[in-house]
């Protein structure tokens, strides 16, 4: 418990990952391409149940230019396992004025050879440090869905056969909206089924983190289309 502590109030420089390439930078924040590396201070009432937390930071808030960062930070004792495209059994939460919810629309359905399906994908994020990935919710970006299909057998028999896959997505937002409220929910002990259908590994050979965190709940205030 004290290793933990001194680990979560150390303070160090940025490290951004490129690709595959990790260099330091001074700065607090990155490009918006970039995901970035930082160690941060831990709640001293962290718990097992909220061993990670999920912050989110509006950047833009322009009805066509929807920015936001995530920041995901291990609270925990140990190393978690996460998807660096923030894409796997990552939700997005996004309501109207009215609470009516704005669904994200599906832009392209990803074919397999699209999609970097490799292990290094997932990385560990050590205890008291901070994982961030920079989103313009209105431009298409990943989203993995995952649910169960049917077949039907020669006797006809119904079978359940999990699916997954990645697809683009993006929010439109409705014309008269003046505020948005978001949140970002992670439900990593959600079925796996479609995990290993799209990816061809379970999420136990990789050790990816099966807890489940909540974000803050945020009010955006979105400015109006400028008329030209």
């Excluded at 718990?47 to 920015?67: D, G, Y």
């Excluded at 997954?164 to 439109?172: A, R, S």
């Excluded at 409220?181 to 959600?190: A, C, N």
């Excluded at 990789?206 to 909540?214: E, H, M, N, S, V």
């Amino acid at each position: 418990m004290q290793s933990q502590r001194m680990s979560c109030a150390i303070a160090v420089v940025v490290a951004c990952l490129f690709g595959n390439a990790i260099s330091f930078a001074a700065g607090r924040h990155c490009h918006r391409q970039m995901r970035c590396f930082q160690v941060v201070g831990c709640q001293s009432t962290t718990t097992a149940a909220n061993s990670v937390s999920i912050t989110i930071v509006p950047l833009e808030h322009q009805k066509e230019r929807l920015v936001v960062r995530i920041d995901v930070t291990n609270c925990s004792g140990a190393p978690i396992i996460w998807d660096s495209e923030f894409a796997s059994f990552v939700n997005w939460d996004l309501r109207s004025d009215d609470g009516s919810r704005i669904e994200p629309i599906s832009v392209k359905i990803l074919e397999r050879t699209e999609s970097p399906r490799k292990k290094s994908r997932f990385v560990a994020i050590k205890p008291g440090q901070l994982l961030s990935k920079t989103f313009d919710l209105t431009s298409p970006f990943r989203h993995f869905t995952h649910g169960h299909g049917s077949v039907i057998a020669s006797n006809g028999t119904y079978f359940h056969v999990p699916t997954g896959v990645e697809e683009q997505v993006k929010f439109v937002l409705p014309g008269t909206v003046q505020n948005v409220l978001m949140s970002v929910q992670y439900t990593g002990d959600e079925d796996f089924g479609g995990f290993n259908a799209w990816f061809g590994y379970s999420p136990a050979e990789i050790k990816l983190w099966t807890g489940r965190a909540k974000s803050n709940e945020i009010r955006i205030p979105i400015t109006p289309v400028r008329n030209e």
